[in-house]
Nanobody, 122 residues
């Protein structure tokens, strides 16, 4: 249902763009989000976006550096990540919400992508 891509190794201060390709059924009327999970830590929300891009949410740790967006014509979710820091290193997962908006809890999401690894070196 969801296929995340775009992860990789980048130096601190660098940029990456993650993409998440979805089926139309999973994507078009659903809120979407990016979560991340570092080794030994919980999976937490990074950013969320409502179905029509009318509302967005960012975790405090990424505000001003990350931008979430979506292209409903292409059924694709994006996460533009700038000024990356070593603490951003994690697996990043895209998720489709149960409703037309986003939620900050994992249980607000029905479908999950497989995760893409982002590694930021110092």
């Amino acid at each position: 249902q969801l296929q995340a891509s775009g992860g990789g190794l980048v130096q601190a201060g660098g940029s990456l763009r993650l993409s998440c390709a979805a089926s139309r059924r999973t994507f078009s009327n659903n809120g979407m989000a990016w979560f991340r999970q570092a080794p030994g830590q919980e999976r937490n929300i990074v950013a969320g976006i409502s179905w029509n891009s009318g509302g967005t949410y960012y975790a405090d740790s990424v505000k001003g550096r990350f931008t979430i967006s979506r292209d409903n014509a292409k059924n694709t979710l994006y996460l533009e990540m700038n000024n990356l820091k070593p603490e951003d290193t994690a697996f990043y997962y895209c998720a489709a919400a149960l409703s037309s908006t986003y939620g900050v809890r994992r249980d607000a999401y029905r479908y999950w992508g497989q995760g893409t690894l982002v590694t930021v070196s110092s």
